[in-house]
C-alpha cells in the first residue's frame, strides 16, 4: 500500500497567484494525494483552494496564530 503526500509551499504574494493555484489544482487531480501540505497560505490563497472541486474530498485544518493574514 503506498500513502501519497503533497506539499506546496504557496507563497504569500500575490505575483501570479491565480497562475499558481491553477498549477497547484491541476498536480491535485492528477495525483490525487492522500494528504496535502501548505505552506505560506493567506486568506485569499486558501479560499482559492478550498474552492476547487478536489477540495470536497479533503478536511482542511488552518493555523491561525500569527502571521497568518
Excluded at 501570479?16 to 486568506?43: C, D, H, N, Y
Aim: aromatic share 12%; glycine share 2%; net charge positive.
Amino acid at each position: 500500500m503506498k500513502l501519497r503526500i503533497l506539499t506546496f509551499n504557496v507563497f504569500f504574494d500575490e505575483v501570479a497567484r491565480s497562475v499558481r493555484m491553477k498549477a497547484i489544482s491541476r498536480l491535485v487531480e492528477r495525483t490525487r494525494p492522500a494528504v496535502i501540505g501548505f505552506q505560506e497560505v493567506t486568506r485569499d490563497a486558501l479560499a482559492l483552494l478550498k474552492a476547487q472541486s478536489w477540495a470536497k474530498f479533503y478536511d482542511c485544518s488552518v493555523d491561525t496564530a500569527p502571521p497568518f493574514q
